[in-house]
Nanobody
């Protein structure tokens, strides 16, 4: 009922910047919170950044001061601005949305976008 499409991934050199976008469609009025997760080879999927319906944000310690999450609720879009990228940021980045549909809390995921940081 909610579809998420990420864009903006690609190859970037260490120290560079990248901006990821995620556009939601479907029953978008149900969405409360959105966030970004990532999964690197051999590691579990981890939270990168999260934004609540009240725009409260939190970040993984590894990205604090470098990444910024923001939302344009009118456009049903969440962004992740990534600066000072490091090789260890290489991962598949997934957009996540949470919301209630028919009284049930549900989680929705995008297909993921690859971010590769070269050294």
């Amino acid at each position: 009922q909610v579809q998420l499409v990420e864009s903006g991934g690609g190859l970037v050199q260490a120290g560079g910047s990248l901006r990821l976008s995620c556009v939601a469609s479907g029953i978008i009025n149900s969405i409360n919170a959105m966030g970004w997760y990532r999964q690197a080879p051999g590691k579990q999927r981890e939270l990168v950044a999260h934004s609540s319906s009240g725009d409260r944000t939190n970040y993984a310690d590894s990205v604090k001061g470098r990444f910024t999450i923001s939302r344009d609720k009118a456009k049903h879009t969440v962004y992740l601005e990534m600066n000072s990228l490091k090789s260890e940021d290489t991962a598949v980045y997934y957009c996540n949305a949470q919301g209630y549909i028919s009284g049930w809390l549900q989680n929705f995921w995008g297909q993921g976008t690859q971010v590769t940081v070269s050294s």
